[in-house]
Each structure stands twice: as structure tokens, then as C-alpha cells.
């Protein structure tokens, strides 16, 4: 499909929109619109099988998840959204790397109720922050896989905390999804271009 090639062009080499300028930003959104236009799954909260699984961050307008990198010392790691359709949860976890064996990792745990067949409220539950090592991380569904079965993690291993879901909430919209490829805009306008883990 020609305007998923065209989205895929105008983000490489992007760092998942980090190092992207003013005009870049405004050709990804260009790009994005396009394949929007084209989405062979108009009800995505319909479609758990496409829906469920790892997805990589490949790009986002997101500055609080683009502000990380600019933290002294931190560099921004890889970025993943893990969907549970069973559950009606997502979890946000990104990887940063730091000076040499201080690799960290940020998870964010929500829970997700549809308001339509694009549109789901989320609300943020649980936050996680760790040393990759501590924690003996390894991979996104590893570590979904303890979270779910670990109330709350020990001192020892992560600064484990409770989210006030009242506080902490906004919405997502699917505006794309295929075998390997979804697109979301989220309340504070911020678009993401994701692709499947192991797709």
C-alpha cells in the first residue's frame, strides 16, 4: 500500500520524533491523515485479534513521552504499548539507558473501557520505575506477564506505586489498524505510529 510506504518513509530516521524538524512533523501528520483515509479496519475495539500484543513505538508528537530523553544522563530506549484485550488493559513501558549498567525501565498500567469502536477512555493504575537489572528485565510481555502476577513489587527490585485513575485519565482513538501497523491520536492531540512485535 503506497501511503503506508509513504508514512514509513517520512518517519525513518526520525528517532521516533525526537530529531524531527517543523516540516517533518508536518509531512508525518500529512502522512499519517493519508493512511488514516485508508483503514482497513474502521472498527478496531471489534477486531481484538488484530488489536492484541506488543506494539513498538515507532513514532509520536507525544512531549511527555519525548521529554524523557531530555533529562541529564537518560537516553530514551525503546517505547512499547502492550494491549490485553482479555484484561481491557494497557501497559506503556519505555526503556532508557543511562551510564553503563544503570539501564531503566518506566511502566504505566491502565485500565481501558470502549466509548465507541475507535474510542477507548483509559485510566492509569499503576506506575513501575526500575533498574533493568534489579528487576531482570527482559522483554515487554515478561514483565506484563510478573506485573500481573505480583500485586506490588518489593523495594528491592522497583519503586512500585498506585495511580489515582480519577486524576490520571484521558483517551485514545485507533485510527488505523492492520496485521502490523496501528495508528492512535490521543486527548492531548498527540498522534503514534506503532508496529507489531513479531509481526
Known amino acids: 500500500m503506497l501511503a503506508k510506504a509513504e508514512l514509513k518513509d517520512a518517519i525513518a530516521a526520525k528517532n521516533r520524533g525526537l530529531s524531527a524538524s517543523?516540516?517533518?512533523?508536518?509531512?508525518?501528520?500529512a502522512a499519517i491523515a493519508r493512511l488514516e483515509g485508508c483503514n482497513p479496519t474502521p472498527r478496531p475495539l471489534e477486531a481484538p485479534?488484530?488489536?492484541?500484543?506488543?506494539?513498538?513505538l515507532l513514532y509520536t508528537s507525544s512531549q511527555e513521552l519525548l521529554g524523557i530523553d531530555r533529562f541529564p544522563l537518560l537516553r530514551l530506549g525503546q517505547i512499547y504499548q502492550c494491549v490485553r484485550t482479555a484484561e481491557a488493559k494497557i501497559y506503556n513501558i519505555a526503556e532508557v539507558t543511562s551510564l553503563p549498567l544503570l539501564e531503566?525501565?518506566?511502566?504505566?498500567?491502565?485500565?481501558?473501557?470502549?466509548?465507541?469502536?475507535?474510542?477507548v477512555n483509559v485510566k492509569f493504575e499503576r506506575g513501575v520505575l526500575a533498574l533493568q537489572r534489579l528487576?531482570?528485565?527482559?522483554s515487554p510481555s515478561q514483565l506484563i506477564q510478573r506485573l500481573q502476577n505480583v500485586p506490588k513489587l518489593s523495594?528491592?527490585?522497583?519503586?512500585d506505586f498506585s495511580i489515582n485513575s480519577d486524576r490520571q485519565q484521558g483517551w485514545l482513538e485507533i485510527t488505523y489498524l492492520?496485521?502490523?501497523?496501528?495508528?492512535g491520536r490521543g486527548n492531548e492531540g498527540s498522534v503514534f505510529v506503532l508496529s507489531k512485535v513479531g509481526a
Request: charged fraction near 30%; glycine fraction near 4%; charge should be negative.
Open 22 to 29: 517543523v516540516n517533518d512533523k508536518a509531512a508525518i501528520l
Open 49 to 56: 485479534e488484530l488489536l492484541e500484543g506488543d506494539w513498538r
Open 104 to 119: 531503566g525501565m518506566v511502566s504505566v498500567a491502565a485500565r481501558f473501557d470502549a466509548v465507541s469502536t475507535q474510542r
Open 135 to 138: 528487576l531482570d528485565y527482559r
Open 155 to 159: 523495594l528491592l527490585q522497583a519503586i
Open 178 to 183: 492492520d496485521a502490523d501497523m496501528r495508528l
